[in-house]
């Protein structure tokens, strides 16, 4: 867990073919995936036309007395949402409420809605195309470049379906997307390589059918799950079903390997598995590959919430205690990695409590999701051994990160990467542990249950799924080690045009 990472975004889209007002159920369904995006919420329905509301932070509660009055605003059987941390465009609030998906467009021959959870790498090259059809194209997130370029295409008379088609053959990134037509009809798509999660569900009459970014979404409105959209696959709710099209031939699947360490919530599933059984395989694991230390350790602990599972794997698979030493102060909701960087090092406390009588005079087995920038990592090993820890060994259930993420994790550059310069070894000396002991990726791979070439695992092994990350990556690497600065902002980097030498 780093204090500042983000993920891009959460969506929610569904239709009642009855009729019935949608609100309540996207209302729901965002407000599951909350976790995925805290900078901005946003819903929008149709009844004929495009209602919205869009907020900044948290999907705030809603007081009984006030829902007639979000009915009234939102009214329409078919609806949308999104969750979101920014992790493309400016970062101002002028900028952050612009960003604020859904996203539309109305012109005199296209209207669209669009709500988007990704990262686009060829974002300059598409603005220049766009640019030619709405000259006055200002950039504010990644999902009105889709939305844009679904417009572009729409206008040229393609069909709804050939104009996925050609965005998905022209954008290069990671994209899960839900929209809405003109005509009220719903549809969703993936990128070739499926990098986002998205799956589909219906309520148990299927008179309403929904997709979400995690199946916790669809578990709040009592959904049945239904099917994971493919990589390349387009789908379209009609005539009270799900039509699927794989619409492009993709090379392989490649889902990101750190929503299973990190980002996904433990209780929705993933190709199929629950992430929580993923994640205590993950802590089994760590106890096998690292014996020596857990023999002479006296007891594990966690940093809640998402190592808390691997932690009691761990304590499965070795019988070693674990203890509750760390506490979440309950009611701060937010997720410290949204705070911006000047705040980075207070925020630690601000989350958790560490309770000091379990720490004193002890060996202790810290376990933990991630080390990024290692701020956080280095302040909560200061204060274990302020409050008496004997030894302190890092248990890491996500292989080292070497490098930035091009797909929507707030992970940019190799300079603000700890673990692209330094061994493991040298990493826990900068923070002050004893060791610093990461999963090794054959333990990861197989606890996923998917095959190495079915993961994105880019930043932990420098090997990038899609052909212009790759090349940005050789780019920016080679920048960092000729000491020049690296640009980590997608949207400013020309990535067709830049040369590797
Ligand atoms: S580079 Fe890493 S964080 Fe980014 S999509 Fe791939 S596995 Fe996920």
Not at 408 to 418: K, R
Request: proline share 3%; glycine share 8%.
């Amino acid at each position: 867990m780093d204090d500042t990472v983000g993920t891009e975004c959460g969506v929610f889209a569904a239709v009642d073919f009855r009729k019935n007002s949608i609100f309540p159920y996207v209302y729901w369904g965002m407000r599951a995936q909350n976790h995925r995006g805290h900078q901005s919420h946003g819903f929008l329905t149709y009844d004929g036309k495009f209602n919205v509301h869009r907020g900044l932070d948290l999907i705030p509660k809603i007081k009984t007395k006030d829902i007639p009055n979000w009915l009234l605003r939102l009214p329409g059987h078919v609806g949308i949402g999104n969750v979101r941390y920014t992790t493309s465009g400016r970062l101002n609030e002028e900028a952050l409420i612009k960003g604020i998906q859904p996203v539309t467009i109305e012109t005199k021959k296209v209207k669209l809605a669009i709500s988007f959870n990704g990262n686009i790498v060829n974002t300059v090259g598409l603005k220049k195309e766009i640019c030619k059809t709405f000259s006055n194209f200002s950039y504010d997130c990644d999902a009105e470049l889709i939305c844009r370029k679904l417009a572009v295409e729409l206008m040229q008379n393609q069909d709804l379906q050939s104009a996925v088609r050609t965005c998905i053959k022209e954008v290069e990134g990671a994209f899960s997307v839900s929209g809405i037509t003109q005509e009220g009809e719903l549809f969703a798509f993936k990128d070739p390589y499926g990098l986002r999660p998205l799956c589909t569900g219906c309520n148990a009459e299927g008179n309403i059918c929904a997709f979400s970014s995690e199946t916790v979404g669809l578990d709040i409105n009592s959904f049945n799950h239904g099917f994971e959209i493919e990589p390349g696959e387009f789908v379209k709710a009609a005539d009270g079903d799900l039509e699927r099209k794989q619409i492009i031939a993709t090379k392989r699947k490649a889902l990101c390997a750190f929503e299973f360490a990190y980002f996904a919530r433990p209780d929705s599933k993933l190709n199929g598995s629950y992430v929580y059984k993923v994640r205590e395989e993950f802590g089994k694991n760590l106890g096998r590959e690292y014996e020596d230390i857990v023999k002479n350790a006296d007891v594990i602990l966690s940093l809640p919430e998402t190592s808390d599972d691997a932690a009691y794997g761990l304590h499965e698979e070795t019988g070693l205690r674990w203890e509750r030493g760390t506490r979440r102060h309950r009611y701060v909701t937010d997720r410290a990695f949204i705070l911006l960087s000047h705040e980075r090092h207070s925020t630690i406390n601000r989350k958790i409590n560490i309770v000091d009588h379990r720490i004193s005079g002890r060996n202790l087995i810290i376990v933990d999701d991630s080390i990024v920038r290692g701020d956080t990592t280095r302040v909560v090993v200061k204060k274990m051994r302020k409050l008496g820890a004997k030894e302190v060994h890092l248990f890491i259930t996500f292989p080292r990160i070497i490098g930035p993420c091009f797909y929507g994790i707030d992970m940019a550059t190799y300079g603000e990467l700890i673990g692209s310069t330094q061994t493991p070894q040298e990493i826990a000396q900068t923070i002050g542990a004893d060791s610093v002991n990461f999963q090794s990726l054959e333990g990861f791979i197989k606890a996923t249950g998917l095959k190495k070439e079915e993961l994105c695992l880019g930043c932990v092994t420098g090997k990038y799924p899609t052909p212009l990350a790759q090349r940005l990556a050789n780019w920016m690497r080679k920048k960092f080690e000729g000491g020049h600065k690296e640009i980590g902002r997608l949207y400013e980097i020309d990535v067709e045009n830049i040369s590797e030498t």
